[in-house]
């Protein structure tokens, strides 16, 4: 195994600042909100990396060395420290660049500072760059040469730096993602806590991405994502409920349910947006799930492919390292569905089969030839099936 693949083994987790507090980010909120994952038990299930999101420096420039300097209000006691009191907690600390002049935020971003960058991000003990794309050139190729130069300006550090290409996947990074020395590549725009797309007035405007579009996305591109690079279908919005930066309609329990079950059974990373110090139980129960997110855990690293469609149902299998199948039924339509799913259809040939439902953490049936199913709308139902 090589160090880029050992660093990203299986699907990163963690937690970003940006869907629920934008520019309102603070090492006060980069603390708390470390101090909740190891309080809720997170940081034992996976979540490690603590990532602040845009506008965490000062705005008006770099200093007189040409250093990115932390804002002084925000950050009074710099980057070093807050990631010291990370690392105590047994977790780690991730930070947010850009490949032009400017962040999205109009923030200093890191073009022509690479290396610079890079050094000094080492220095403070950083573990996770997001590195964005916004005011950067349109082309594949710009795209491609600006963050191999980033991509080699933090190997050069000599610190493990998990490297997040930010690039909203309208230049195909699933095809060179891995090449220019990422871990993780986004392959949508923002996803919103929408089911479906929602138009955003900001500058020129733009369609949020909603969960049933990134269904299809994820169906797309996943023959590339494996051990060492995955496929990224952007940060959680489980537990949102329309608040935050990210905010939109809002979504159903069972919306939410179907968001994280298609990002685990697509090798998603698994980055929480939502204020991890004020989970209700119905949100807890969705991202401590250790049967679910086994699924996106699973070291043999194979992304789900949605090998069949029926009425308004997607049916999705993801093969594991123990010989089993992850196999789902998601419900796309308005209206409830009942379905008969044959074991050849979805390419399950040995029988019988134990089927558990993962949300209900229960087994459910044996599963020969059939199994009589019930999906409610834009609900997925989620099986493990042994043989």
Known sequence: MTATTSLAATPPMGWNSWNMFGSAVSETVISEMAEAIVAHGLRELGYQYVVID???TRREGRDSNGDLVPDPERFPSGIKALADYVHSLGLKLGIYSDAAELTCAGYPGSYGFEEQDAQLWAAWGIDFLKYDYCHAPVDQASAIERYRRMGEALRATGRPILFSL???GGRSPHLWGRSVGGHMWRVSGDVFDSWVNIWIPHG???YGVGID?????AAEVAD????GGWNDLDMLVVGLRGKGQIAGHGMSF???QTHMSIWCLACSPLMIG???RRMDRETAALLTNQEVLAINQDALGVPARRVKQIGRCDLWRKPLADGSQAVAVTNRGSTGQELMLRAGEIGLLDTPKLARDLWRQ???AEFRETLALRVEPHQTILLRIRA
Do not use: H, K, N, S
């Open 166 to 168: 930010c690039e909203w």
């Open 254 to 256: 069972l919306e939410y």
């Open 224 to 227: 590339y994502g494996g051990p």
């Open 213 to 217: 579009t990134a269904l299809d996305i």
């Open 362 to 364: 229960e087994d459910i």
């Open 204 to 206: 020129a405007g733009y």
């Open 54 to 56: 845009d506008c965490w």
């Open 274 to 276: 939502c204020d991890v």
